[in-house]
C-alpha cells in the first residue's frame, strides 16, 4: 500500500477500527495515517477520513460527530439510544448558535455520568414512538420533541433561533403551545413559553433572530419583517422595515 495515502473504500468516510483491520491496516499503520493526517480519529475506534473533516463547516462538523457516534457503537432502532437535545437539533437542520460538540443521547433508564465516555451528554426520558423519527438512518427525537428539550435546557436566545427555525420548517406552533401548557412548573419551561410567544417563522437567520430579540429588548418598535420594496434598481425584499 501507498504510505502516503488514506484508504480507499469505495463510498465511506467514516470507519471503525475493525473495518481498517479488515481493510488490511493493524493499529501501528492506522496511528501512522492518523499522524500523516490522512485520518481523523473522531472518538474512540472510529476515524474518518481527513479530507472529509477538514473541509466541512463547525454544523456539519457536529453532524459528522454524531455520525461517529453512531458508526462507532452500531446505533440501531433496537438499541434503545435516540439522539436528542443539541444533537437532534443538528440532525434537523436547526440553527444551534451556541457550541456543543458534545453527542447528546436519551435512553429510557439513567446511567452513570461518563459511562458513555466524555463526549457524550446521556439523558434519561421515556420517548413514546411518537417522538422518535430516523434521519440518515439514526434514530432522534422528533422536530417538536427536539425544540422542547432544547428550549428546557438551554438560554432564551438560543431557545428563540430553534423556535424560530423549527417554526420556518413547518413546526406546528398550537402543537408547541399544549406541550408547553402541559409542563407548568417544569425547570426552563419559562424559556420555552417566552420563546415561543417571541417567535417569527419569518426569521430567515439566527442574525435576524437576535436583531428581532434586541430590538424587543431595547423597546423599540418592532418592524414587518421580509417587506419586498420597488426601486429604480428592480424589486427587493428587505429583512426589517417600518412603516413611513
Same mark, same amino acid.
Given at each position: 500500500m501507498d504510505g502516503n495515502k488514506a484508504p480507499l473504500l469505495p463510498g465511506q468516510d467514516l470507519w471503525r477500527t475493525d473495518e481498517l483491520h479488515q481493510a488490511g491496516y493493524n493499529d501501528r499503520r492506522i496511528a501512522g495515517l492518523v499522524r500523516q493526517g490522512n485520518l481523523v480519529r473522531l472518538?474512540? %475506534?472510529?476515524?474518518?477520513?481527513? /479530507?472529509?473533516?477538514? /473541509?466541512?463547516k463547525t454544523g456539519v462538523r457536529s453532524?459528522?460527530?454524531?455520525?461517529?457516534?453512531?458508526? %462507532?457503537? *452500531? /446505533?440501531?432502532s433496537s438499541g434503545g439510544l435516540v439522539y436528542s437535545h443539541a444533537s437532534a437539533a443538528r440532525l434537523h437542520g436547526l440553527f444551534v448558535w451556541v457550541e456543543d460538540h458534545r453527542?447528546? *443521547?436519551?435512553? @429510557?433508564t439513567p446511567v452513570s455520568a461518563g459511562?458513555? %465516555?466524555?463526549?457524550?451528554?446521556?439523558?434519561?426520558?421515556n420517548l413514546r414512538p411518537a417522538d422518535i423519527v430516523f434521519i440518515d438512518g439514526m434514530p432522534c427525537t422528533s422536530l417538536l420533541r427536539t425544540v422542547v428539550d432544547c428550549c428546557l435546557t438551554m438560554g432564551f436566545r438560543q431557545s428563540l433561533i430553534l423556535v424560530d427555525?423549527?417554526?420556518?420548517? @413547518?413546526?406546528?406552533?398550537?402543537?408547541l403551545g399544549q406541550v408547553c401548557a402541559s409542563m407548568a412548573g417544569r425547570n426552563g419551561v419559562r424559556t420555552l413559553r417566552k420563546?415561543?410567544?417571541?417567535?417569527?417563522?419569518?426569521?430567515?437567520?439566527? %442574525?435576524e433572530t437576535l436583531s428581532r430579540e434586541l430590538l424587543q429588548r431595547l423597546c423599540l418598535e418592532m418592524p414587518e419583517l421580509q417587506v419586498e420594496v420597488d426601486s429604480p434598481e428592480g424589486r427587493h425584499?428587505?429583512?426589517f422595515a417600518w412603516a413611513g
Open positions: 472518538r474512540r %475506534g472510529c476515524y474518518i477520513r481527513a /479530507t472529509a473533516w477538514q /473541509t466541512q453532524r459528522q460527530l454524531i455520525a461517529a457516534h453512531a458508526h %462507532g457503537t *452500531l /446505533t440501531t453527542v447528546h *443521547l436519551t435512553q @429510557g459511562s458513555h %465516555g466524555r463526549d457524550v451528554v446521556a439523558h434519561a426520558a427555525h423549527a417554526l420556518r420548517k @413547518g413546526l406546528d406552533a398550537g402543537r420563546a415561543l410567544e417571541c417567535a417569527d417563522a419569518r426569521s430567515e437567520s439566527p %442574525g425584499r428587505l429583512d
